[in-house]
């Protein structure tokens, strides 16, 4: 692994840590006023949230846009998914303790997570400068006027 890449890798690692004190903190501090399952979504989203700002500037490096943002939960999704099948089958199939397989499986994901974190963050912020560069100079949009 490249060095580049592996910088990248750690820093994703340890946001994702945070992300997870975060999420917890939000969820265990609102669920003295709110139903669990609201404190839960309200959690993740703050979390996800800063999981994305965080591992656009600091992981990647770039600066963030709307389409990256739009993209970066299909890295959540694939970890929930990749974990969940990777749990069944380490409790099922190989008969492991579920809690040391939740563990595992997500430590498995973590570099399906990482690559598609990155992905959703760089394709996106490229998307967006390739749309800017289309734009043709004086564009109200681009401009900032608004269309009449």
Same mark, same amino acid.
Not at 41 to 48: F, K, M, P, Q, R
């Given at each position: 692994m490249r060095p580049a890449v592996l910088r990248q890798f750690v820093s994703f690692c340890l946001i994702g840590l945070a992300n997870t004190a975060v999420y917890f903190g939000v969820?265990?501090?609102l669920n003295i006023w709110l139903p669990y399952l609201a404190a839960h979504?309200?959690?993740?989203?703050?979390?996800?949230v800063g999981s994305f700002l965080l591992n656009a500037y600091v992981t990647v490096r770039t600066r963030? %846009?709307? =389409?990256a943002f739009a993209r970066y939960p299909l890295s959540g999704a694939a970890n929930a998914v990749g974990s969940g099948i990777l749990l069944h089958l380490a409790v099922s199939r190989l008969g492991m303790d579920e809690n040391v397989a939740a563990v595992a499986a997500g430590l498995l994901v973590t570099p399906l997570s990482f690559v598609l974190a990155r992905w959703a963050i760089t394709s996106?912020?490229?998307? %967006?400068? =390739?749309s800017a560069a289309r734009r043709p100079s004086g564009d109200p949009v681009r401009e900032g006027a608004s269309r009449e």
């Open positions: 969820y265990a501090s979504v309200i959690g993740y989203a703050v979390s996800v963030p %846009t709307w =389409r996106g912020a490229a998307a %967006t400068r =390739r």
